[in-house]
């Protein structure tokens, strides 16, 4: 059994030495910091969703903007687009789960808001027709995905695609990149004395 812990390990190594490497996603994030930074400069505010994990990671990400990250400063306007379960029940079974998010970014969304949508396969039904709504409100759209991009390849500002196929190994990338993200604005909005 330690083998097999120690291959998965591995695996997370080896998808993250290769991320470290891809200077098209490198740059692509630094882009997605500086809209969101001129996002909350002029009274913006960051969306996310995604499905199963990739709506608990959506949320953890919010979490950090909205409450803190490494230091106490001031709150930034973030929110998970999942968390009202009543919402989210009640659309998914009057109209569609399909609408779920899309329905939420019209009524929250407004010009030079962020918009993240984490979908791995990029083909998840409820992020693309966030985006696509996003897209008309004039949101800045940023897509993370797995290797192929899906749908929201075509449709999103950014797309942040991790070279691999592997759900878990995707997911660890979304999460080191968002915790990024999360960072460097805090520190560029609320720079330490």
Known sequence: MIDFIKSKIEDSIIIKNKLLKNEIILSTLEQVINDIINSYKAGGKVLWCGNGGSAADAQHLAAELSGRFYYDRPPLFSEALHVNTSYTTAVANDYSYDIIY?????????????????????????????????????????????????????????????????????????????HTICEIVEMKLFPKK
């Open 102 to 178: 899309s329905r939420l970014v019209e009524a929250m969304g407004k010009k030079n808001d962020v918009l993240i949508g984490l979908s791995t396969s990029g083909n998840s039904q409820n992020v693309v027709k966030a985006i696509e709504k996003a897209n008309q409100l004039g949101l800045t759209t940023v897509a993370f995905t797995g290797e192929s991009g899906g749908q929201l390849k075509n449709i999103s500002k950014y797309l942040i695609n991790i070279q691999s196929t592997n759900t878990p190994r995707i997911q660890e990338c979304h999460m080191i990149l968002g």
